[in-house]
């Protein structure tokens, strides 16, 4: 992702929506919106790579909830668009402040909105890090091609309902035409790939940044996967011809990581159709089935196995941000927060609790809690971003997990993965996940959510000296019963604190939660 978290691979933070010319993606859904419930985008575009544009037409397929005088779609004013037709017959239209309105009146249920349009697309100035094309050339002078849309959304290249809220039901065509000799990388199943014309889709919902394609002089190297459920699932890494012998072993790595997120996640989500990897000149990005990758090979040892951080963050967002997707970007954690923490379980299958442990020791002193995680509602992705969603929001995972132990924790996390209501067409929440869990523990984890999700005060501990040998230890800011760990009298052992506290015998001052599965404050009196 361009927001990969700096203190997880060294060197990639992203500023949010960086780009003026991107207007901003998600915030409060437009009524003119609400009404549409998108079904299926069709996108069939010349890229003239020389002149820097792109041509031709996309069909939006909608379902009206009511009557409507207004159709509303998304799209940046960088685009001339020729015409318009809804239901096969021409329509009125106006096109600025990157909005295309459709005006007429059309009853409830199916509608197709046809745009023929053209112009050049914004330019990513620094790939990942913002959005936009990508021309570059390859080592060896070959046309290379990257697109990077998650600040901006579809709209940067083609006229969508630009929400989280909605994804097309139905999935997407993409048909993406090239000079001779390039190779078009995309989402889903490759159609057909004639003439330089390669038509991709995919019949899975998909959000809008993941719709995108990577040009290049590339080969395809390919293996088979086995689900964790048993389906045959083809890997396919879209690689410069000039690195195919790298291939086989990236795709050896993600093999192994797709069997250790299975084990925590359930089966990978897209079984229908490929697990994808391409190779981009900025360093990576989830888009679905078809990430890019962009670490030029470059390894670190787990478990005395060659390992990519990068590609491993990235293959997750498969789980935490395409299949169980927030509507809003105010919950935007779920998506950067699980999936961080997914990448410590990687740590925890191949070297063990201590290992895993270390990494959320290690990472407390780099959260700035400056912000709440949830910010609040309708937020736009430019707003709801900031770097702790990756650190405290993997860190409250942690914390989860302690506080419900391991045989409640788990099997829910699966639940929330796999779970229809939570999954593809149906967005999730932040209040998704409380109520999920908090059904799992039998008890209201609001208190505990609020805390570490909605404001940035950190758990308080109070440890109060009553006499030369005894110690009063409670909470001071939570109305609920925790597990914490204490150390009194040369022994570590589990106490349930609440505001009214235990007390523990210890001729030293006892020590708190040492192993830190809290952000905390110990207050001693």
Same mark, same amino acid.
């Given at each position: ?19 003026a010319q991107a207007p901003a993606y998600g915030g409060k859904l437009k009524p003119e919106q609400a009404n549409m419930d998108i079904l299926h985008y069709t996108i069939d575009l010349a890229l003239?790579?020389?002149?820097? *544009? ?16 207004? !159709?509303?779609?998304? !799209? ?10 809804? %239901?096969?017959?021409?329509? =009125?239209? &106006? ?6 309105? @459709? ?11 046809? @745009? ?17 094309? #990508?021309?570059? #050339? ?6 290379? @091609? ?5 600040? &901006? ?48 889709? &995919? ?24 689900? @964790? ?22 795709l050896d790595m993600l093999a192994h990581m797709a069997q250790i997120k299975e084990k925590y996640f359930g089966e990978y989500p897209w079984v229908k159709e490929k697990i994808g990897l391409v190779? /981009? ?9 078809? %990430? =890019?990758?962009? %670490?030029?090979?470059?390894? #670190? ?42 990448d410590a379980l990687y740590t925890r299958d191949m070297e063990g609790e201590a290992a895993y442990e270390k990494i959320f020791q290690r990472d407390i002193p780099r959260i700035k809690n400056d ?6 509602? %309708? ?19 942690? $914390?989860?997990?302690?506080? +419900? ?17 939570? &999954? ?15 059904? =799992?523990?039998?008890?209201? !984890? ?9 404001? #940035?005060?950190? !758990? ?5 000296? +009553? ?6 230890? *409670? ?11 204490? /150390?009194?009298?040369?022994? $570590? ?33």
């Amino acid at each position: 992702m361009r927001k990969y978290l700096l203190f997880i691979f060294p060197g990639l933070l992203a500023a949010a929506a960086a780009d003026a010319q991107a207007p901003a993606y998600g915030g409060k859904l437009k009524p003119e919106q609400a009404n549409m419930d998108i079904l299926h985008y069709t996108i069939d575009l010349a890229l003239d790579i020389p002149g820097r *544009r792109v041509s031709g037409y996309a069909v939006v397929a909608m379902r009206l909830k009511e009557p409507a005088p207004v !159709l509303l779609l998304d !799209l940046m004013d960088s685009f001339a668009v020729a015409a318009v037709t809804v %239901n096969g017959k021409a329509a =009125a239209f &106006t096109h600025d402040h990157h909005e295309l309105r @459709v005006t007429g009146s059309w009853p409830a249920g199916p509608v197709a909105v046809k @745009v023929v349009y053209s112009g050049r697309p914004m330019i990513a100035r620094r790939p990942p890090w913002d959005d936009g094309f #990508t021309f570059t #050339t390859d080592s060896t002078g070959h046309p290379w @091609v990257a697109v990077t849309a998650e600040g &901006t959304g579809g709209k940067l290249y083609f006229p969508c309902k630009d929400h989280p809220s909605d994804e097309p039901d139905e999935g997407v065509d993409l048909t993406i035409r090239v000079p001779r000799g390039l190779v078009v990388a995309g989402p889903g199943l490759l159609v057909d790939a004639k003439k330089g014309a390669y038509h991709w889709r &995919t019949g899975y919902p998909i959000n809008n940044y993941s719709i995108v394609f990577n040009v290049g002089d590339y080969t395809v190297v390919s293996r088979e996967y086995t689900t @964790v459920e048993g389906n045959r699932v083809p890997m396919q890494f879209y690689v410069l011809r000039e690195h195919a012998g790298r291939a086989a072993h990236q795709l050896d790595m993600l093999a192994h990581m797709a069997q250790i997120k299975e084990k925590y996640f359930g089966e990978y989500p897209w079984v229908k159709e490929k697990i994808g990897l391409v190779e /981009t000149p900025h360093l990576g990005m989830e888009h679905q089935t078809m %990430n =890019a990758y962009g %670490n030029r090979f470059r390894y #670190t040892l787990i478990g005395g196995q060659d390992f990519d951080g990068l590609m491993n963050h990235e293959f997750g967002h498969e789980w935490w941000g395409n299949k169980v997707t927030a509507g809003d970007w105010a919950d935007y954690w779920i998506h950067e927060g699980i999936g961080t923490f997914g990448d410590a379980l990687y740590t925890r299958d191949m070297e063990g609790e201590a290992a895993y442990e270390k990494i959320f020791q290690r990472d407390i002193p780099r959260i700035k809690n400056d912000k709440p995680i949830v910010l609040g509602k %309708n937020i736009a992705e430019e707003e709801a971003y900031h770097p702790d969603i990756y650190p405290k929001g993997a860190f409250f995972m942690h $914390t989860l997990r302690y506080v +419900l132990g391991d045989s409640i924790f788990f099997p829910t996390l699966k639940h929330l993965s796999t779970d229809s209501n939570t &999954t593809y067409s149906h967005t999730a929440s932040t209040e998704d996940v409380q109520r999920l869990f908090s059904t =799992a523990a039998g008890r209201d !984890l609001s208190p505990l959510f609020h805390l570490y999700l909605y404001t #940035t005060d950190k !758990l308080e501990v109070s440890v109060k000296q +009553l006499d030369t040998t005894h110690w009063l230890v *409670r909470l001071l800011n939570i109305d609920m019963p925790l597990p914490m760990e204490i /150390t009194a009298g040369g022994e $570590t052992g589990t106490k349930i604190l609440d505001k009214k506290g235990v007390t523990v015998v210890s001729a030293a001052m006892p020590l708190v939660d040492t192993r830190s599965f809290y952000l905390k404050k110990v207050i001693y009196e």
